[in-house]
């Protein structure tokens, strides 16, 4: 079957950190992954995506890139800000993009 | 342009009770979808519509419930004799027809508590 795993939160860094999010998944087939991010009293919004293997998405400085061999889509960002304090949720979707699965998500907390 | 809204933003309510919850997607979005999100926890797929059908229903847990969009735009999700077990955010999102880009949209959730 489908799943995502993502590391657990909270995670606590301070402004300017390297950030990683770690991102494994099992699926059938190729499938598209996603990172969606939720700001507090906000609803999810798509942060990046790739559709098959090797794919880097990319936006707001973050990047992920579709590695199939070792099934993973870890999520970067070389320096991160206050702003990006958020709940981060792994996904992935089989191509029809029918049935999302997500990820328990993984809470970022970043101090001035 | 507004976004996908979602009704009531908090509902609480007692173990047995009958409960309906609304969605109000993006216009001219043709695809909608019903998650549940419990604490801690990351969305869980329910129910997809495509148009006014519900193209898969596989997520839905029991016959308690029940969804529908009868035009094609706002959709309800019932649930019947409601159980504590029930209780979670559900979450409705919405993407336009035909798009290959995959992006959902959704909205704030209604976050249901049976006491």
């Known amino acids: 079957g489908n799943s995502v795993t993502q590391m657990e939160g909270p995670v606590t860094l301070s402004e300017e950190a390297f950030l990683t999010i770690n991102c494994t998944y099992t699926?059938?087939?190729?499938?598209?992954l996603f990172w969606y991010v939720q700001y507090p009293g906000e609803g999810l919004q798509l942060l990046l995506k790739?559709?098959?293997?090797?794919d880097k998405g990319s936006n707001k400085g973050f990047e992920a890139t579709y590695r199939k061999e070792t099934t993973s889509f870890h999520l970067e960002k070389g320096s991160v800000q206050v702003s990006d304090s958020a709940v981060y949720f792994c996904a992935l979707s089989g191509n029809n993009f029918n049935k999302f699965y997500f990820g328990s998500g993984t809470k970022l907390n970043v101090k001035p | 342009g507004a976004g996908v809204s979602q009704t009531p933003s908090n509902k609480v309510t007692e173990k047995g009770k009958y409960v309906e919850l609304r969605c109000d997607p993006i216009s001219g979005h043709t695809a909608l979808y019903w998650y549940r999100q419990s604490l801690g926890q990351g969305p869980e797929f329910l129910i997809y519509f495509q148009g006014t059908g519900a193209a898969d229903d596989s997520g839905l847990p029991n016959d308690r419930f029940f969804a529908v969009r009868p035009e094609g735009s706002v959709s309800t999700l019932k649930i019947q004799r409601t159980e504590r077990g029930d209780s979670a955010v559900y979450l409705c999102?919405?993407?336009?027809?035909?798009?290959?880009?995959?992006?959902?949209?959704f909205g704030e959730g209604s976050r249901l508590t049976v006491l």
């Open positions: 699926a059938t087939g190729y499938p598209s």
């Open positions: 999102a919405s993407s336009p027809q035909g798009q290959s880009t995959g992006e959902l949209f």
């Open positions: 790739a559709t098959k293997a090797d």
